[in-house]
């Protein structure tokens, strides 16, 4: 894929779609209640939905009574439903700001997300933002995330070493650190703070604003090294 304004010497930066980039939340907590019931499940509350991101993505699922293999199924229902709906999801708001200032420095940067295509291209062009990302790798499956970031970075020539994942899940961290890149978890999405230590990222942000510091605190430390 073609980076524009890439600096050879930047780390790549791969970010996750829903609750990184896109305020999903709500349009997901809507239609996973309105599917609820085809899956034999109670729906939840905004209320209910903010205490649940006090937990682990594991511990989550389980207190909701999905299985991995039930997970997966919801997942992709959500995903059909909510491209109807993409019309009305809005960026968290500060990431078109860091977005644009982090593609400007010449940051190279792509979209790893279980989320589809389609969706996310038509996302990010309605923003204005879709010519910042050089890849979308979508639809990658709910715990397939390590062997897709392995992927991307083989197939865009970057060393784990030299590579950010940023994602809104404990999940994403977990998968950061099995493929050994470096993991800034957002805490504006699924998964609170609390819940994201837990998987020990090197940086924890609650503001979008965040993501220039870490990104040139990481290239700083990349060109430190012997």
Not at 37 to 59: G, S
Not at 77 to 83: A, N, Q, T, V
Not at 86 to 115: Q, R
Request: glycine share 8%; charged share 30%; aromatic share 8%.
């Amino acid at each position: 894929m073609v980076f524009e304004n890439r600096d050879p010497e930047k780390p790549l930066l791969m970010f996750d779609f829903d609750g990184t980039l896109a305020n999903t939340l709500e349009t997901g907590i809507e239609i996973f209640n309105e599917i609820a019931p085809d899956y034999e499940l109670h729906p939840i509350t905004i209320h209910e939905a903010r205490e649940l991101r006090r937990l682990h993505t594991r511990a989550l699922l389980d207190r909701l009574g999905i299985s991995r293999l039930m997970a997966i199924k919801v997942g992709a229902h959500i995903k059909r439903l909510l491209h109807q709906r993409m019309d009305e999801v809005e960026l968290i708001l500060g990431t078109e700001e860091a977005i644009m200032e982090l593609f400007e420095a010449g940051y190279p940067l792509g979209i790893l997300s279980s989320n589809s295509t389609d969706n996310i291209r038509s996302f990010l062009d309605r923003f204005g933002l879709l010519h910042c990302f050089g890849f979308i790798e979508a639809g990658v499956s709910l715990f397939g995330k390590p062997q897709r970031i392995r992927n991307v970075l083989r197939k865009e020539k970057f060393d784990s070493e030299n590579a950010i994942y940023v994602g809104d899940e404990t999940r994403d961290m977990e998968a950061s650190r099995k493929v050994g890149v470096c993991g800034i978890a957002v805490c504006w999405g699924a998964n609170g703070r609390d819940a994201m230590m837990t998987e020990g990222p090197e940086f924890c942000i609650d503001d979008p604003a965040e993501l220039i510091h870490c990104a040139r605190e990481f290239s700083d430390r990349q060109d430190s090294e012997p």
